[in-house]
């Protein structure tokens, strides 16, 4: 038990506050009256009880300090995700609150902090810098640095989910057509749209991991960033993502004859199947810029606009991960199983297949509608849609989905 002693001073009286840490170790803390004092040791028992107590030295860590260490924890994270966290931890946490002590943070401090993100950003800008904050100040929680986070009970702004663009058939072959076709990079797009590839695991894929005899892939490798910008390859992020992918006839018959027009044969086993013009592994801002952005604004499915709040230049429209939601969207369309699109695909679970990448299609919403207009008998529901008056807004005899959103 915390106990309290009188202490006689030059400067007058003093109440000493002698109490053990849980782990044993005899601690101090002196007060000038015995209120504060006596509300102190009894705080220290409670916190012991509750497993609540911290080191008063730790709790003072500041919040700059803390989130160093907490970038240096992992050094299994990935390079593009190890850079993400660290811009936001030194343009948006410490600026704002890396001088105070960890141990003085408060949920209203962090709630005043997501406010005032939220006047500025995009909902899930928002939400990405918290979940950073959020990560830091549990390890300082796990470092015995804070008895409770004040990640708690937090507002946060409502993500609005934005409708993507589903690429269909005729634009892919101009999407390819204008990437190079099979001579260039659009194999690369048949490979996201047909196989749904990530961009990285397209970018890694090597001749060897190619069965032609048999029409499959193997995903075992991909284009992975180093925390300084050095570009390599590594292994997929999980389990899931290294499979082996079935291809389809015509997708084989398109990766041989981009291997032809390269002076590749099946022998040259380690030779990478994309590359940069000057050879060597493809790099993806550079790649986006060379190749991406001019072949989808060439065919209308993307265009570069003017920021009108920067002066800059940025890109809106069609990204190569929408071929991946193209194709788990076609999955689901034609009625694949949700365990098969997720093998496939390379996820973890099947609710990120669903929530994510499935976005609803059109088509078979009237093909549903149409079925519960002839379970329940409505007049004229026996003639064909086509014989039918269009309504205003109905989609056109091609199907065709909305215009580009934004990425």
């Known amino acids: 038990m915390a106990s309290i002693e009188r202490r006689e001073t030059s400067r007058g009286v003093r109440y000493d506050v002698r109490y ?82 960890v141990g003085s943070l408060t949920p209203g401090d962090v709630q005043s902090l997501v406010n005032r993100w939220a006047a500025n950003r995009a909902p899930g800008t928002v939400r990405r810098e918290y979940g950073v904050l959020r990560a830091i100040l549990n390890y300082a929680l796990a470092s015995d640095m804070i008895g409770r986070t004040p990640c708690r009970r937090i507002k946060l702004p409502e993500v609005t989910p934005v409708r993507r663009h589903i690429i269909n058939g005729d634009e892919l072959g101009r999407l390819a057509a204008a990437m190079g076709g099979v001579e260039g990079y659009g194999t690369m797009a048949y490979l996201g749209t047909v196989d749904g590839m990530r961009w990285g695991e397209v970018a890694g894929l090597r001749v060897g991991h190619f069965d032609f005899q048999a029409g499959t892939v193997r995903i075992s490798q991909t284009v992975v960033r180093g925390r300084k910008g050095a570009v390599g390859l590594g292994e997929p992020k999980s389990a899931a993502g290294r499979r082996t992918l079935a291809v389809p006839v015509a997708l084989v018959e398109m990766v041989g004859k981009h291997m032809a027009a390269r002076g590749l044969t099946v022998d040259d086993v380690d030779a990478l199947l994309f590359t940069a013009p000057e050879g060597g592994m493809l790099r993806y801002s550079n790649w986006l810029r060379r190749v991406w952005y001019p072949a989808t604004t060439a065919v209308g499915l993307g265009k570069l606009v003017e920021d009108v709040a920067t002066g800059r230049t940025r890109y809106v429209g069609l990204g190569f991960h929408d071929l991946r939601r193209a194709n788990a969207t076609g999955l689901v369309a034609e009625g694949i199983d949700i365990k098969t699109a997720q093998a496939m695909l390379g996820h973890s679970n099947a609710q990120l297949t669903v929530g994510l990448y499935a976005q609803a299609v059109v088509s078979l919403g009237a093909a549903a509608a149409e079925s519960m207009a002839a379970r329940f008998r409505l007049p004229g529901s026996d003639k064909p849609r086509d014989e039918r008056a269009m309504e205003p807004g109905e989609e056109d005899e091609n199907g065709r989905a909305e215009d580009v959103t934004t990425l």
Do not use: C, M
């Open 20 to 101: 053990r840490e849980p782990g044993g170790r005899p601690r101090v803390k002196t007060w000038r009256r015995r209120a504060d004092a006596e509300r102190f040791a009894r705080q220290v028992e409670v916190d012991k009880d509750r497993g609540l107590f911290v080191d008063p030295a730790l709790a003072r860590t500041t919040l700059r300090e803390v989130a160093a260490r907490w970038l240096a924890s992992n050094p299994g994270k990935r390079g593009g995700s190890w850079q993400r966290d660290e811009i936001v931890v030194r343009t948006h946490i410490v600026p704002e609150l890396g001088s105070r002590p």
